[in-house]
């Protein structure tokens, strides 16, 4: 079993930046691909950045392409999402999510474990 806890989240104004981590306690996180995704509101949970299991490989959404950048710390154990730009509809519960596989998955039934989210809130 596979514990991911996330953290960063917070209230920003638009424009504003915030980082979020994504802790795991697999002692092996090169192992496994990880992503990100989030749920506004009344919607779906929806993707939103994934990374591969040696970092070459990333994929983003299109509405957060050119702002968010998504990272891994094998060291650390530790995977993160750099968010810039933020905007009023970025505000969401963002999800951490980790895939015993290799590839960068942009679907929800790819992840095998998922982190119980931070909150985002972009607001002035």
């Known amino acids: 079993q596979v514990r991911l806890v996330e953290s960063g989240g917070g209230l920003v104004q638009p424009g504003g930046s915030l980082r979020l981590s994504c802790a795991t306690s697999?002692?092996?996180?090169?192992?496994?691909?990880m992503g990100w995704f989030r749920q506004a509101p009344g919607k779906g949970r929806e993707f939103v950045a994934a990374?591969?299991?040696?970092?070459?490989?990333?994929e983003y959404a299109d509405s957060v392409k050119g702002r968010f950048t998504i990272s891994r710390d094998d060291r650390e154990d530790t995977v993160y999402l750099q968010m810039n730009a933020l905007k009023p509809e970025d505000t969401a519960v963002y999800y951490c999510?980790?895939?015993?596989?290799?590839?960068?998955?942009?679907?929800?039934?790819?992840?095998?474990?998922w982190g119980q989210g931070t909150q985002v809130t972009v607001s002035s």
């Open positions: 999510a980790a895939d015993r596989g290799i590839l960068a998955q942009t679907l929800l039934h790819e992840y095998d474990y």
């Open positions: 697999e002692r092996t996180i090169s192992r496994l691909a």
């Open positions: 990374i591969g299991w040696n970092g070459a490989m990333t």
